[in-house]
């Protein structure tokens, strides 16, 4: 069974090895070395952190800059990718906003791309950035 709550301190290690596998898989073309564990702590700072747990184990986890509805990172262990993990952790932050929610998804993030559109996300349009060969898209999902 797996359970959704609010992240507790003692879970702070097992999220940053978990972000830090995750993003080297998901973000094949990037340099592996530029991830670090730091990362989830600089990342998530001043916002709202949902962990997936099952059997004691960290599965996945969102996080949510509350005051714009903004989801700023989710992911899931690499190894249970495609069990409707990431599906229950968006219906989570729903509850955590509103009226909308909004993210950026990297376009080369295909994979990410294709999860957020078959939710119901919409695209709003791409923000380009010169000299670098990544550009966001800003997506959009408006709560019923």
């Given at each position: 069974?797996?359970?959704?709550?609010?992240?507790?301190?003692?879970?702070?290690?097992?999220?940053?090895?978990?972000?830090?596998?995750?993003?080297?898989?998901?973000?094949?073309?990037?340099?592996?070395?530029?991830?670090?564990?730091?990362?989830?702590?600089?990342?998530?700072?001043?916002?709202?952190?949902?962990?997936?747990?099952?059997?004691?184990?960290?599965?996945?986890?969102?996080s949510i800059y509350l005051e714009d509805s903004f989801i700023h990172c989710l992911f899931?262990?690499?190894?249970?990718?495609?069990?409707?993990?990431?599906?229950?952790?968006?219906?989570?932050?729903?509850?955590?906003?509103?009226?909308q929610m909004s993210l950026k998804c990297l376009s080369k993030n295909q994979s990410g791309?294709?999860?957020?559109?078959?939710?119901?996300?919409?695209?709003?349009?791409?923000?380009?950035?010169e000299n670098k060969d990544e550009n966001y898209l800003n997506l959009v999902y408006k709560?019923?």
């Amino acid at each position: 069974m797996i359970i959704v709550n609010d992240m507790q301190e003692f879970q702070r290690n097992g999220l940053r090895k978990l972000y830090l596998v995750s993003r080297r898989r998901a973000f094949y073309w990037q340099d592996p070395a530029e991830f670090k564990l730091a990362d989830f702590d600089n990342d998530t700072l001043g916002e709202k952190v949902l962990v997936a747990v099952e059997e004691d184990k960290i599965i996945g986890f969102i996080s949510i800059y509350l005051e714009d509805s903004f989801i700023h990172c989710l992911f899931v262990d690499p190894n249970k990718v495609g069990l409707g993990i990431g599906t229950l952790l968006l219906e989570q932050a729903k509850k955590q906003v509103n009226h909308q929610m909004s993210l950026k998804c990297l376009s080369k993030n295909q994979s990410g791309l294709s999860f957020y559109l078959k939710r119901g996300w919409k695209v709003l349009d791409e923000i380009t950035f010169e000299n670098k060969d990544e550009n966001y898209l800003n997506l959009v999902y408006k709560i019923k």
